[in-house]
């Protein structure tokens, strides 16, 4: 089955305690994205990768880091979380962008709250 | 200015009635126009796009796009209680490079 994989789903962790959420899909699609969804702010953009090794920044990247070392993977991590970071997270990919339809299958979301 | 804007509603239409989802875009270039579609709890899901001026039907689902007024609208005909969701309206900005999305617009239909 087609799809993006998100872990951990839930997570509750402390300030300044590193963690990493990690992403993966298996559509061979070269676009990957993060998002983080806040209530009345929609999904916000964290950082993007348009393939392997090419990465760079949304709208909301700071606090955050990603690497794209394999075409399936994209991690995002948090190296010192804040409680401003709790939020619903989603990781997506694309195979035809930027034009195309079907343009981006989301993955299940991850809620992190930071204490 | 927001980049994408919707009425975050709720948006409350009785079953079997037409609801109308708005959003307004700033970024006059912008060509590509999307409607996601989110269950409470759950991740987002493509409805519908459109890409040119008009409209683009698609069963209970119409999209419209007025570019000239920056503007992109959703219908869904024949209301049904499980169209009750979260609508997302996100837009290709003119750079091509980045999907921005509006903060939502919650509809409940009422049996």
């Known amino acids: 089955e087609a799809q993006v994989t998100q872990n951990p789903r839930y997570l509750i962790t402390v300030t300044g305690k590193k963690l990493t959420v990690t992403c993966s899909q298996n559509?061979?699609?070269?676009?990957m994205s993060w998002y983080r969804q806040d209530p009345g702010l929609g999904l916000r953009q964290i950082y993007y990768?348009?393939?392997?090794?090419?990465?760079d920044k949304g709208d909301v990247p700071e606090g955050y880091k990603v690497s794209r070392k394999e075409k399936r993977n994209f991690p995002l991590i948090l190296e010192s979380p804040s409680p401003n970071q709790t939020s619903l997270y989603f990781c997506?990919?694309?195979?035809?962008?930027?034009?195309?339809?079907?343009?981006?299958?989301f993955g299940a979301g991850s809620r992190l709250t930071v204490l | 200015q927001k980049e994408v804007e919707q009425n975050s509603g709720p948006l409350s239409v009785p079953e079997g009635a037409i609801a109308s989802l708005n959003c307004t875009y700033s970024?006059?270039?912008?060509?590509?126009f999307f409607w996601y579609r989110q269950y409470s709890g759950k991740s987002p899901e493509l409805i519908m796009f459109?890409?040119?001026?008009g409209d683009k039907e698609d069963g209970r689902f119409t999209a419209q796009l007025n570019k000239a007024s920056q503007y992109v609208s959703l219908l869904i005909r024949d209301s049904q209680p499980s169209d009750s969701a979260t609508y997302l309206c996100?837009?290709?900005?003119?750079?091509?490079?980045?999907?921005?999305f509006g903060q939502g617009t919650r509809l409940t239909i009422n049996p």
């Open positions: 996100a837009v290709m900005g003119s750079g091509a490079q980045k999907l921005v």
């Open positions: 970024d006059r270039g912008s060509q590509s």
């Open positions: 559509m061979n699609h070269e676009y």
């Open positions: 990768s348009m393939n392997v090794e090419v990465t």
């Open positions: 459109i890409y040119s001026n």
């Open positions: 997506a990919s694309s195979s035809r962008w930027p034009a195309g339809a079907n343009v981006l299958t």
